[in-house]
């Protein structure tokens, strides 16, 4: 079974710190993605990456950024944490030519103070 | 872009009762189409597609879908719901303007009644 793990499944930050998110898939795939989940909103794409070092923007990257540097594992880096990106963050995976089977590891729920 | 809507918020169904969540599409050219359920506490997981073929695509755990070209609609039923059937779903669509990633709807949770 492919496997996707994300670092933490709750974490509290202060505002202003800088906030790393974890992600590890087992399955060789290349494509990982980075979603937000929040009610009423569904799943918002916030950045996501073809390959290693490889990445690209999706609908909301502002205040985050992302690292690619091993095929395995993709971060999600909130530079300064602001109150309004508490929520939940989603990690997914998919081989490159198949976008929509995409494999979604729990989730990390974040909420920022 | 490529879009998706889910028009109702909660769906509740008595257990035993067929369930239906909807989904409505809006894409230029063929439609990709998808279903993702989510139970609590869990990630998302594919529960199945439309790429072409039959309208009615028959998935996991006894769901299928039916895609609609002229309603532009792709419907998620199953014939007897369950308890466990309980959770978050999530109608997606092939955004082909978009790096052909996955466009999703807001999600409809699903109550199954005892």
């Known amino acids: 079974d492919v496997k996707v793990t994300q670092s933490s499944r709750y974490l509290v930050k202060r505002t202003g710190e800088k906030v790393f998110l974890e992600c590890v898939q087992d399955?060789?795939?290349?494509?990982m993605f980075w979603y937000r989940q929040d009610p009423g909103l569904g799943l918002r794409l916030i950045y996501f990456s073809y390959d290693v070092k490889m990445k690209e923007k999706g609908d909301i990257p502002e205040g985050y950024s992302v690292s690619r540097e091993k095929k395995e594992r993709f971060s999600l880096i909130l530079e300064s944490a602001s109150t309004n990106q508490t929520s939940m963050y989603l990690c997914?995976?998919?081989?490159?030519?198949?976008?929509?089977?995409?494999?979604f590891g729990p989730g990390t729920r974040l909420t920022v103070t | 872009a490529q879009s998706v809507a889910q028009p109702e918020d909660q769906v509740n169904v008595a257990e035993g009762n067929p369930l239906t969540v909807k989904c409505t599409y809006s894409?230029?050219?063929?439609?990709?189409l998808f279903w993702y359920v989510q139970y609590p506490n869990r990630g998302l997981q594919f529960l199945l597609k439309?790429?072409?073929?039959?309208?009615l695509v028959k998935g996991s755990y006894g769901f299928e879908a039916e895609f609609n070209k002229s309603q532009t609609s792709f419907h998620l039923k199953k014939p007897s719901a369950l308890v466990s059937d309980s959770a978050l779903y999530f109608c997606?669509?092939?955004?082909?303007?978009?790096?052909?990633?996955?466009?999703f709807g807001k999600g409809n949770q699903v109550v199954v009644i005892p």
């Open positions: 399955m060789d795939h290349e494509n």
């Open positions: 997914a995976s998919s081989f490159r030519t198949s976008f929509h089977e995409q494999y």
């Open positions: 894409v230029s050219g063929n439609p990709y």
């Open positions: 439309y790429i072409t073929g039959d309208n």
């Open positions: 997606a669509v092939r955004d082909m303007e978009g790096n052909n990633r996955l466009a």
